[in-house]
């Protein structure tokens, strides 16, 4: 791309949305390494869904919405948290993770934060301390004064002092004035292969992600979010291989939709929150269907109630009713079996390409 049109897009930028979406790289961050890039599909899947068209220039993190005033922008996955907290980018797609690291430093304020608007529902993982499975240390606090190493500094320095009980503990420093004491766990920072750290000596312990992937199969869904059913499925290969076992939860954490707490443009704000809501609604439902004597309707909605209430409506046939209403993805198969026990025929289960609902 050249510069004249880097230019122009920069240009274009004025009066735009600002929307953060992660990077590749992101992967090491919100979600197992070994999944690299699985994470960023997601998001640009459910973009795709969404009808938030765009195309993207491959040396520019910056690409244009078609039809909508709003500009996607491509940033590591933990620097989203301050973008968006500085009001600096409207809205954006990062994990709990990144948003708790962030602000274990630089607390949310009444003007300056992000404020959560979805849960997104994918790249659930936990940030874990663990230690080697055959050593002696057993517990957290055994790692009190050890070194510890992890990519979240600052989550671990939290973590750690709240073990020592350092929290807001502050005490003279050289007779001089107060300030707080020290941490005795050494947190050493380090990027990558977290999980190598113990095997090589650098470290007692760590602190690390282990993640739930989403184990694809395929389906008929549309759109591209849906192609694939997702079966999520506990993912500690990396930590197990590496001869570690998890003793504490720091924190868990899944992908979030996060907004500034001043957005320029609220309108587009709530219109993107309400179609991503509804492609992932859409993913989790399906719409059952079915034939059933009136006498016998009422046991049939207590199977099938709805999201508000199910679609009545007369049959041609006396006496009959036809029924709609949405079911959850993962019940769809007992729902069927409960309907058929009640009296339910012609049952049919449809997909849901999108939906607004309340």
């Known amino acids: ?139 957290a606090r055994n790692l009190v004064g050890k070194n510890v190493c992890t990519s979240f500094v600052n989550l671990a320095t939290a973590y750690f002092e709240r073990l020592e009980g350092l929290e807001d503990t502050e005490t003279p420093v050289n007779g001089d004035g107060v300030g707080k004491r020290q941490l005795k766990t050494k947190i050493k920072y380090v990027g990558g292969s977290v999980e190598a750290a113990c095997a090589l000596g650098v470290a007692d312990g760590v602190v690390d992600l282990v993640g739930e992937f989403n184990k694809k199969t395929q389906s008929t869904h549309t759109p591209e979010i849906l192609t694939h059913k997702f079966y999520i499925i506990e993912s500690g290969e990396t930590m197990k291989a590496a001869g570690l076992i998890a003793i504490d939860t720091v924190v868990e954490s899944t992908a979030i939709l996060i907004k500034s707490k001043s957005p320029t443009r609220p309108e587009l704000v709530n219109l993107i929150a309400e179609r991503i809501k509804g492609v992932i609604t859409a993913q989790k439902y399906v719409l059952c269907q079915y034939n059933i004597p009136r006498p016998l309707l009422e046991a049939a909605k207590r199977i099938t109630p709805g999201k508000r209430a199910p679609t009545i409506n007369a049959l041609e046939e006396e006496g009959w009713v036809a029924v709609s209403s949405m079911v959850e993805q993962r019940k769809k198969a007992r729902v069927m079996d409960e309907l058929t026990k009640v009296g339910a025929t012609d049952i049919l289960i449809l997909n849901i390409a999108n939906s607004r609902t309340g």
């Open 1 to 139: 791309m050249s510069f004249p049109q880097i230019t122009d897009t920069l240009k274009s930028l004025e009066g735009r949305l600002l929307f953060a979406v992660p990077k590749k790289a992101l992967q090491e961050k919100l979600i197992l390494p070994d999944l690299e890039g699985r994470l960023q599909q997601a998001v640009l899947d459910l973009l795709h869904g969404s009808d938030i068209q765009f195309h993207r220039h491959s040396r520019l993190d910056i690409a244009l919405v078609q039809e909508l005033d709003i500009a996607l922008v491509f940033l590591p996955a933990a620097d989203i948290p301050t973008f968006v907290g500085e009001g600096k980018v409207d809205l954006g797609i990062t994990g709990r993770d990144q948003v708790a690291e962030h602000e274990a430093v630089t607390p949310a304020t009444e003007h300056t934060g992000v404020e959560e608007v979805l849960d997104l529902g994918f790249g659930r993982c936990r940030l874990q301390v663990q230690v080697p499975e055959k050593g002696r240390l057993k517990e």
